[in-house]
């Protein structure tokens, strides 16, 4: 059940369409009646447009509801208020009663003392004489009888839209096809008589009302106490300023969450006049031409295509984001290991970000995983070094622990794969060579490797990589590159780890991070597939 919506609770929102497999769902056409009255597309169509409708018209009532609610509150608010400003439009019989009391006081009074009933001050109240209200007391009413009105139209829309929703929503029955003609129908005249718009607009009527009446009781206490008055008027402006701010903000920066009816439909306008402002400005001030803007050089045709396309430019690092919130929200065992298979699949260009990101949680993460490497291992107690453990990968286990090792790659670019474990002591890993990418992966980690009997070296197994064309991640050429680089073992070949730094090393390394590229530099998947039969012809890279 979702959250109370003023202390009622609502239902859980469904979610439609997201596992349905129509093709089983529905029976195949027979050939040439795909479109026929009962054909299988029009079914489909109907799950869909009812899985559609029903958040969108969830949507427009949870926002309808809340402007009833609010514009009845609102509206018995400024009634009040209006039922005490609303007197000031007329005589008030019972001031013109004092005053004349008042005189004929003043009158006796001189005649009793014997002086002149003519240096009595007359009243200006006569009965052929018109009332004229103050300024002041016209511009309360008026603002705040316009305020009453804008939030009646704005609760009297929201009931008629609520109908018009109601009519939209119920389908006669009939074929399919019919059903799903007439549905198209009415949802065009949805979109062309623009009701998504003005469920949008009511809002900002509600909105105008409640600005409007601060207006007017800005006015109405400048004439009962000027201070207070003062503090209303500058609450009412510091609210007008955040309003229009938050609505602004959006169009320039679409992440911001400020997103309004407002911002969607002032922003087509509003970007070609800021192109040319901030043209201007750039041409006048020096240092603006410094600035990076981004609305200069991308054009969008509406905020939610600036949305998207903002998105798919950043995807890279909204999945190591949205991994890195994962694995803070949730306690799950089973997601935390999803999370740290998932690291390894990310691209090399993301590594150093992805450090940065986990660099305070790694150890927990790691920590975390040690029963997952230990059930991809059968770890041997009996060694003749007290420092090495030989171990076998248990069948069907094989890509899992692949995976473990090369997010372990990500996470510790400088570390042996024994960060996971408790005890400190090396592994030597007895594999089949039926695997190559688990072997790959297992010396990128700096592991000793046993292919059937057969110790395998960071080297030998490099050369043997490139020469017989084997495809790895990205991330495990970079690992195995710099494992070659230290290798000190195979001293016979070892000048060839030259002709890796020179030729290989730093043109696949400089490639693999966007932040170093150098125009010389070749892309990642050109240096891949180039640079290793270049390094097999060492003759020509000796020199």
């Known amino acids: ?102 005189e004929l006081v003043a009158i006796q ?25 103050f300024t002041s007391d016209v511009w309360v009413n008026g603002l705040w009888f316009t305020s009453l009105v804008l939030s009646l139209m704005t609760a009297l829309v929201s009931v008629l839209v609520k109908q018009w929703l109601h009519h939209y929503m119920t389908l006669p029955s009939g074929t399919p096809r019919e059903r799903a003609h007439l549905r198209q129908y009415r949802f065009d005249g949805l979109e062309k008589w623009r009701v998504p718009l003005i469920v949008g607009l009511l809002p ?102 600036a949305e998207s396309l903002l998105v798919k430019d950043s995807g890279d690092i909204m999945t190591v984001n949205g991994l890195y919130w994962l694995f803070q929200t949730s306690n799950n065992p089973t997601v935390l290991t999803i999370v740290f298979q998932s ?3 990310l691209p090399v260009a993301n590594s150093e970000y992805v450090m940065s990101k986990f660099s305070h949680d790694v150890h927990i993460l790691v920590a975390s995983q040690a029963n997952a490497f230990s059930d991809c291992l059968e770890i041997s107690e009996n060694s003749s070094a007290e420092y090495m453990r030989s171990c076998t990968v248990r069948h069907g286990s094989e890509t899992k622990l692949e995976r473990l090792l090369r997010s372990h790659l990500y996470l510790f670019p400088t570390a042996r794969s024994y960060q996971w474990r408790s005890s400190r002591y090396a592994l030597r890993y007895l594999i089949p060579r039926t695997d190559m990418a688990l072997v790959a992966t297992i010396v990128a980690s700096r592991e000793a490797v046993i292919c059937s009997g057969e110790n395998i070296g960071p080297t030998d197994f490099f050369l043997q990589s490139i020469h017989s064309g084997r495809k790895f991640p990205a991330i495990v050429w970079l690992k195995l590159l710099d494992a070659v680089s230290g290798d000190h073992v195979s001293m016979g070949i070892r000048r060839h780890t030259s002709v890796i730094s020179l030729v290989f090393v730093m043109p696949l390394y400089l490639s693999s991070f966007p932040q170093r590229r150098i125009r010389a530099c070749p892309p990642f998947a050109i240096a891949v597939l180039c640079y290793p039969s270049l390094l097999l012809n060492t003759r020509r890279f000796a020199l």
């Open 343 to 345: 690291i390894g699949g």
């Open 109 to 133: 009074r001189a005649i009793v003392n014997g002086t002149s009933i003519h240096d009595i001050p007359t009243s200006s109240f006569s009965p052929n004489s018109a009332f004229v209200p």
């Open 1 to 102: 059940m979702s959250r109370p919506l003023f202390g009622l609770s609502q239902k859980s929102p469904l979610v439609y369409g997201v596992n349905d497999d129509y093709e089983t769902k529905y029976n195949e056409d027979v050939t040439y009646e795909e479109t026929a009255p009962h054909g299988r597309v029009w079914r489909t169509y109907l799950d869909e447009a009812a899985a559609y409708d029903v958040r969108m018209i969830e949507e427009f009532r949870d926002t309808l509801d809340v402007l009833l609610v609010f514009a009845g509150l609102f509206s018995a608010v400024v009634t009040t208020f209006l039922v005490e400003a609303a007197s000031n439009l007329q005589a008030n019989f019972t001031e013109i009663s004092a005053t004349l009391l008042f």
């Open 204 to 305: 900002v009527l509600l909105h105008l009302a409640l600005y409007v009446y601060l207006v007017g009781l800005s006015i109405y206490l400048y004439n009962l106490h000027r201070s207070i008055s003062w503090i209303i008027v500058s609450m009412t402006m510091a609210a007008l300023i955040v309003y229009f701010t938050t609505n602004a903000i959006p169009i320039i920066q679409p992440q911001c969450p400020y997103h309004t009816p407002i911002s969607h439909i002032v922003y087509p306008s509003f970007i070609p006049i800021y192109r040319r402002i901030m043209r201007f400005l750039r041409r006048r001030l020096p240092i603006l031409p410094s600035l990076p803007s981004l609305l200069d050089s991308i054009a969008f045709d509406s905020l939610k295509g």
